[in-house]
């Protein structure tokens, strides 16, 4: 499947007191940017039938206008969708979101309802992209939350994620380690894993590989010509042999020898 068809939202002015923003607190470079431009972009609101409002996309700037002292701010609001359906929203509205691991779980919900060439289609990503995100996505949760922290960054998960077996599961103790450790998971670590996982490869296909021909002795070689030959001429190699030994035989090689 390539292509989604989701809902028109509804554009409104809600009131602050409506809203639960699920973040700490507003950041100061936000409140900034609110009282200088003012809203720019609407926040994203999902309404249950009952008529509440869950925050599905804007919480910091719901609480940076708290802050500022707004009663009211603009939203898009939707009805009640899939998660699968909200994922799409999200991507959407960001296109490159901050957080890849996010991403990569928005991505993940999109799978079942669309081909990684209709999930590209519908978000704006290149199909390079989306195919990193998803193979991101086959991270376990503990793990993809560590992206963007000191343990382990993008280009490294990235690499990770194309492990398989044996090697991705030694991979993915030793970033857990390193995250309990407080230490860095980086690219040299990843690297001692994956020079194991070459070496191996090159054992196996070493051992696969047949073995070498033997070389065959001039002598023989000489000796299964000679016998095909009289079988092609219908001369008894027991007579052949008769005659080269004969002194009649002889004479005549080395007068051979001796022309050629």
Same mark, same amino acid.
């Given at each position: 499947?390539?292509?989604?068809?989701?809902?028109?939202?509804?554009?409104?002015?809600?009131?602050?007191?409506?809203?639960?923003?699920?973040?700490?607190?507003?950041?100061?470079?936000?409140?900034?940017?609110?009282?200088?431009?003012?809203?720019?972009?609407?926040?994203?609101? +999902?309404?249950?039938?009952?008529?509440?409002?869950?925050?599905?996309?804007?919480?910091?700037?719901?609480?940076?206008?708290? &802050?500022?002292?707004?009663?009211?701010?603009?939203?898009?609001?939707?009805?009640?969708?899939?998660?699968?359906?909200?994922?799409?929203?999200?991507?959407?509205?960001?296109?490159?979101?901050?957080?890849?691991?996010? +991403?990569?779980?928005?991505?993940?919900?999109?799978?079942?309802?669309?081909?990684?060439?209709?999930?590209?289609?519908?978000?704006?990503?290149?199909?390079? &992209?989306?195919?990193?995100?998803?193979?991101?996505?086959?991270?376990?949760?503990?793990?993809?939350?560590?992206?963007?922290?000191?343990?382990?960054?993008?280009?490294? &998960?990235?690499?990770?994620?194309?492990?398989?077996?044996?090697?991705?599961?030694?991979?993915?103790?030793?970033?857990?380690?390193?995250?309990?450790?407080?230490?860095?998971?980086?690219?040299?670590?990843?690297?001692?894993?994956?020079?194991?996982?070459?070496?191996?490869?090159?054992?196996?296909?070493?051992?696969?590989?047949?073995?070498?021909?033997?070389?065959?002795?001039?002598?023989?070689?000489?000796?299964?010509?000679?016998?095909?030959?009289?079988?092609?001429?219908?001369?008894?190699?027991?007579?052949?042999?008769? +005659?080269?030994?004969?002194?009649?035989?002889?004479?005549?090689? &080395?007068?051979?020898?001796?022309?050629?």
């Amino acid at each position: 499947m390539l292509s989604v068809t989701l809902p028109q939202p509804e554009t409104r002015v809600v009131a602050l007191t409506e809203l639960d923003p699920q973040t700490r607190g507003a950041s100061n470079h936000l409140k900034a940017a609110l009282r200088t431009t003012g809203q720019l972009h609407p926040i994203t609101l +999902e309404e249950s039938p009952s008529g509440q409002y869950l925050i599905r996309d804007g919480n910091r700037r719901v609480a940076a206008a708290a &802050a500022l002292g707004w009663t009211e701010i603009t939203a898009q609001v939707y009805g009640q969708m899939t998660e699968a359906e909200w994922a799409l929203v999200a991507l959407g509205i960001h296109n490159r979101s901050p957080n890849p691991a996010e +991403e990569a779980r928005h991505l993940a919900l999109l799978v079942g309802r669309l081909t990684p060439e209709g999930i590209s289609a519908n978000t704006g990503l290149t199909l390079g &992209a989306v195919r990193a995100r998803l193979k991101l996505a086959s991270l376990p949760g503990d793990v993809l939350n560590l992206i963007g922290t000191s343990t382990l960054s993008l280009g490294t &998960a990235t690499r990770l994620s194309r492990l398989q077996g044996v090697f991705l599961n030694r991979a993915l103790n030793a970033v857990r380690q390193a995250a309990r450790d407080e230490k860095p998971f980086g690219a040299s670590a990843l690297r001692e894993i994956t020079v194991a996982r070459a070496e191996l490869l090159g054992a196996r296909l070493l051992a696969c590989a047949p073995a070498p021909v033997p070389l065959i002795p001039a002598c023989e070689l000489l000796a299964a010509e000679v016998r095909s030959l009289c079988a092609a001429r219908g001369v008894g190699l027991g007579e052949l042999l008769s +005659e080269l030994g004969s002194p009649a035989g002889q004479t005549a090689a &080395a007068q051979y020898a001796e022309v050629n």
